[in-house]
Each structure stands twice: as C-alpha cells, then as structure tokens.
Nanobody, 117 residues
C-alpha cells in the first residue's frame, strides 16, 4: 500500500522560504508522475508543480521562478522548495503521485502553509 506523508509546512513571513517534503512508502521510482497541489479555503485545488520520472518539471504560472520541485530517489522523497513566498501562497499543500504499474492515484494528508506577517 502506497502512502504519501508531507512535512515541512508552517508559518512564514512574506518573502520567506519553506521546503516541503513528501515521503513515499516503497520506491519513488514506481511513480510515473509526482506533484504538489494546493487548496485555499473557498478555492479549487490547483496544481503547483509536477515532475515526471525522466526529470522533466512543470510549474503553475503563479509560482514560476519562485518554487522548485525535485526528487531524491535514494531517500524516496519529493520536495518543493518555496522562495519569495507571498500571502496568496497560503493554502493546504498536498503531495500527489500516480503509480507506474497500477495507474492508481495517491494523495498525502495535506500540510498547512501560511504566509503572513
């Protein structure tokens, strides 16, 4: 059974940085795509960043130049480095992955990121 567990969220001031990590049970190499989503109250869940097994990355326009997604296969983690944070980045962030063999989609429990002075 695949489980995704996020960590690293919290409160940060505007302009600050946070690094989110997602631990994948089993091998992260089994996932075709890993991504980070976020959802603010009253808003749709949106894709923030994604990375495919070959290393190609994609970012939402709102975070380009500020966020970086990366994987560490040895540690079975996917991370999201968030710099120059803005209040509008405040949301619950979710780790997401699609399994290569089963094609099933998995979600983490979500982790709160609050950008406020």
């Amino acid at each position: 059974q695949v489980q995704l567990v996020e960590s690293g969220g919290g409160l940060v001031q505007p302009g600050g940085s946070l690094r989110l990590s997602c631990a994948v049970s089993g091998s992260i190499f089994s996932m075709t795509v890993m991504g980070w989503y976020r959802q603010a109250p009253g808003k749709q869940r949106e894709l923030v960043a994604s990375i495919i097994s070959g290393g190609r990355v994609n970012y939402a326009d709102s975070v380009k130049g500020r966020f970086t997604i990366s994987t560490d296969n040895a540690k079975n983690t996917v991370s999201l480095q968030m710099n120059s944070l803005k209040p509008e980045d405040t949301a619950v962030y979710y780790c997401n992955g699609i399994h290569y063999l089963t094609t099933l989609e998995y979600w983490g429990q979500g982790i709160q990121v609050t950008v406020s002075s």
